[in-house]
């Protein structure tokens, strides 16, 4: 079963059995639960290969890396909330530059990933991303890049 419906199932029973608790106040806390457990899947300061300074959330900010030969993949910036407002939505400005390979990937849930930038040389995006309730994701995964990224999600 997964963390997140044990979590739910948890909070239901603790609810049932807490006087003055009822279906809002606990749906608010599994909100906050599955937010924050949505932040785990954020690469730590000390195991991203560059630098990230975090906008006015963990979906936003900016991101500027060198690589030397990197072959493997970086969260620098997502996170996973249960709702959205609507038509929430960022904008990703992104540069690569380099030799390898360098793509910049949504994961929001579907199958597959959304490739906003893909390059073995130089390429750019500059995208509007509207982001759906759920996890939403942005990944760099190298394969034997040397180079400079630069990611702007604001």
């Given at each position: 079963m997964r963390i997140t419906a044990v979590i739910f199932i948890i909070l239901l029973l603790a609810g049932a059995l807490l006087p003055g608790c009822g279906k809002d106040?606990?749906?608010?806390v599994y909100g906050d639960l599955v937010?924050?457990?949505g932040n785990l899947g954020l690469d730590s300061e000390w195991t991203l290969?560059?630098?990230?300074?975090f906008g006015e959330d963990k979906y936003t900010g900016t991101?500027?890396?060198?690589?030397e030969d990197?072959?493997?993949q970086e969260c620098p910036f997502g996170g996973t909330a249960l709702e959205r407002r609507e038509n929430e939505h960022?904008?990703?400005?992104c540069s690569v530059q380099g030799t390898g390979t360098a793509r910049?990937?949504?994961?929001?849930?579907?199958?597959?990933?959304?490739?906003?930038?893909?390059?073995?040389?130089?390429?750019?995006c500059d995208e509007v991303?509207?982001?759906?309730?759920?996890?939403?994701?942005?990944?760099?995964?190298?394969?034997?890049?040397?180079?400079s990224v630069e990611l702007t999600i604001e």
């Open positions: 106040e606990i749906l608010a937010s924050a457990a290969q560059g630098e990230r300074t991101y500027t890396a060198q690589y990197f072959t493997g960022v904008r990703v400005t910049l990937e949504w994961n929001c849930g579907y199958d597959t990933a959304v490739v906003l930038a893909d390059t073995a040389g130089e390429d750019t991303i509207y982001l759906a309730p759920g996890s939403n994701y942005f990944n760099l995964v190298c394969e034997g890049f040397t180079g």
